[in-house]
């Protein structure tokens, strides 16, 4: 009777598992798709007070999703995983166009991710995601009228997280990216002064030969 009782525990413990993986996935979905909503509205029309409601939401929703990713990320569904993390990148790449507050909360959802594991979640993307969220991240970081911005110490932290995440296709994006208009230069300078890994250095630096651009 005892090994009956415990067979019953272990299938509602199991049941109870399920359900609960279940119900973040739900979460995750939920999520992501009030983050997509406030990271399309440079492309929709809305009125002052709808997107004040959209943005307020989507931090919220940065700052829940964030919480989920660094402590259930085992149990939750890769394709949920993978979409959520590609709509936090692209509120990186519309950091101009938010609330500060949506960006320090996206940022830090992102830098709750170990970056091997960031990595290989967007190893499917044919484009350069990460790359491009550098660019955005170099730009915002750059650019004098943002330094006494109070998200910059946070956008500064994803951008070594992500020049840490970076594969050969985002290294090559932002090497190669002149509309940006940020410099290399800066960029190398700022990792120097950040103290960013070598790791970093050479994935640039490998970027910068396979691709012939030489004026930094």
Same mark, same amino acid.
């Given at each position: 009777?005892c090994? +009956?009782v415990?067979?019953?525990?272990?299938?509602?413990?199991?049941?109870?598992? =399920?359900?609960?993986a279940?119900y973040a @996935?739900?979460?995750v !979905?939920l999520?992501t798709?009030?983050i997509?909503?406030?990271?399309s509205?440079s492309?929709? %029309?809305?009125? /002052?007070?709808? &997107?004040v409601?959209?943005?307020?939401?989507?931090r919220g929703a /940065?700052? #829940?999703?964030g919480?989920?990713l660094a402590?259930v +990320?085992?149990?939750l569904?890769?394709c949920?995983? &993978?979409?959520?993390?590609? /709509?936090?990148?692209?509120c990186?790449? %519309?950091?101009? *166009?938010? @609330?500060?507050k949506?960006?320090?909360?996206? #940022?830090?959802?992102?830098?709750?991710?170990?970056?091997?594991?960031?990595?290989? *979640?967007?190893?499917e993307e044919?484009?350069?995601? =990460?790359?491009r969220?550098?660019s955005?991240? /170099? =730009?915002?970081?750059?650019? !004098?009228k943002n330094?006494?911005?109070?998200?910059?110490?946070?956008v500064?932290?994803?951008?070594? %997280?992500?020049?840490?995440?970076? &594969?050969?296709?985002?290294?090559?994006?932002? =090497?190669q990216s002149p509309? @940006?208009?940020?410099g290399?230069?800066r960029?190398?300078?700022?990792?120097?002064?950040?103290?960013i890994s070598? !790791?970093a250095?050479?994935?640039?630096?490998?970027a910068i030969?396979?691709?012939?651009?030489?004026?930094?």
């Amino acid at each position: 009777s005892c090994v +009956l009782v415990q067979k019953g525990i272990q299938s509602q413990v199991e049941a109870e598992a =399920v359900i609960s993986a279940q119900y973040a @996935d739900n979460l995750v !979905e939920l999520f992501t798709k009030k983050i997509r909503e406030a990271a399309s509205l440079s492309s929709t %029309h809305r009125s /002052c007070k709808q &997107r004040v409601g959209i943005q307020k939401q989507a931090r919220g929703a /940065c700052n #829940s999703l964030g919480l989920l990713l660094a402590n259930v +990320l085992g149990h939750l569904d890769s394709c949920h995983v &993978r979409e959520s993390i590609a /709509c936090l990148l692209d509120c990186v790449m %519309h950091l101009r *166009m938010l @609330d500060e507050k949506v960006v320090t909360a996206a #940022s830090a959802a992102l830098r709750s991710l170990d970056p091997e594991f960031l990595s290989s *979640m967007l190893v499917e993307e044919e484009e350069p995601v =990460v790359g491009r969220a550098i660019s955005s991240c /170099c =730009v915002f970081c750059f650019e !004098e009228k943002n330094t006494g911005k109070r998200s910059i110490q946070e956008v500064e932290r994803l951008l070594g %997280h992500l020049l840490a995440s970076s &594969r050969a296709s985002d290294a090559e994006h932002v =090497v190669q990216s002149p509309e @940006d208009n940020f410099g290399l230069h800066r960029l190398f300078q700022w990792m120097i002064d950040k103290e960013i890994s070598t !790791e970093a250095f050479a994935t640039i630096a490998a970027a910068i030969r396979s691709t012939g651009s030489v004026e930094i």
